[in-house]
């Protein structure tokens, strides 16, 4: 008798879905199943962040718009696997489910896209249109170019991209990540240094969560995770959680890895890019663990909230976070 299939959920965005299928791939290889649809089905939903094109987020509830119908579905036991783009997932997660590997991280630096041949947000026009939805991003570039015009940008890559040729915005911001999982040809263009632009935490990384009880889910999944992948993930979660754990307040995060030896970068900013404040920590890991890379996180993210003090309270606030 064969095991019963494990279903994958995931959204049904174009990279939603070769994310999933890449899962489906690794799983399928590593148990040396031969029917991987048959095994790992993928359950493909519909989640309320992807029905939400008119307006930012952060006035419709938030990063955990593109996951609740996926951990819905985990919870009522129709599917074993939730794949996420872990930028996507917020700091703290619903009683009971955890993420349980985090795949090799790609690339996580952003990639400028613009309609001449800008590729620093140094070379854009004054007063160009800077077209997207990410708040941090538009905090980062404005405080680099005040003199830049955000302009809200929803949508897919292929969505995006268009409205760029289209000219209804002269610039964007794609992750390289994404855009090589696409196997877009924009992918090989020069990427943003993270001293120019720091990526979202856990920026190119994909995580599986499962429910915390599920046994065979945990078995199936521990030979993808990627631990030092998933210690740098942990450094910059706890550091987003530290300070807010939303997409309603600017906050990029960049964890690498040297040996045994972990680098952080982490920054916060007001909406308009008025304000920034950023602090870094390396430190030698005794090993290579998740937990130990989430206290420096959560120490740095700490450090980080008592530099911005009041003025960084206050934005927090009134943009509806914690």
Not at 1 to 16: D, E, F, V
Not at 24 to 30: D, M, P, S, T
Not at 131 to 143: F, N, Y
């Amino acid at each position: 008798m064969s095991p019963a299939p494990q279903p994958i959920a995931t959204r049904t965005s174009p990279l939603a879905l070769a994310q999933a299928r890449l899962v489906q791939q690794r799983l399928a290889a590593v148990w040396d199943v031969a029917d991987a649809e048959a095994a790992f089905p993928i359950l493909g939903l519909t989640t309320t962040g992807d029905r939400i094109t008119d307006r930012a987020l952060l006035e419709a509830g938030g990063k955990g718009l593109f996951t609740k119908e996926l951990e819905r579905a985990l919870m009522d036991g129709e599917a074993s696997f939730a794949v996420h783009s872990m930028k996507d997932v917020p700091a703290r997660l619903p009683d009971g489910l955890e993420i349980a590997c985090v795949l090799e991280r790609e690339d996580p630096r952003d990639v400028l896209l613009a309609a001449g041949d800008a590729a620093r947000v140094a070379d854009l026009p004054e007063g160009a249109r800077l077209g997207t939805a990410s708040i941090r991003r538009q905090a980062q570039a404005m405080h680099l170019r005040p003199d830049l015009e955000p302009v809200l940008l929803r949508g897919n890559v292929d969505t995006r991209l268009s409205k760029l040729a289209a000219g209804e915005v002269d610039a964007t911001f794609l992750a390289r990540a994404g855009l090589r999982r696409l196997g877009r040809d924009e992918a090989e263009r020069p990427a943003l240094a993270p001293e120019e632009m720091l990526p979202a935490p856990a920026q190119g990384a994909i995580g599986i969560e499962i429910r915390a009880d599920d046994e065979a889910a945990r078995q199936a999944l521990a030979p993808l995770n990627d631990l030092p992948s998933a210690a740098c993930v942990a450094a910059e979660r706890a550091f987003l959680a530290a300070l807010d754990g939303s997409c309603r307040t600017p906050i990029a995060a960049y964890a690498t890895l040297d040996g045994a030896t972990l680098f952080l970068r982490g920054e916060a900013l007001t909406p308009d890019g008025s304000h920034k404040w950023a602090d870094a920590a390396r430190i030698a890991l005794p090993e290579i663990e998740t937990g130990a890379a989430a206290r420096i996180g959560k120490r740095l993210g700490e450090q980080v909230a008592a530099a911005g003090g009041e003025t960084l309270r206050r934005a927090i606030a009134e943009s509806g976070g914690t």
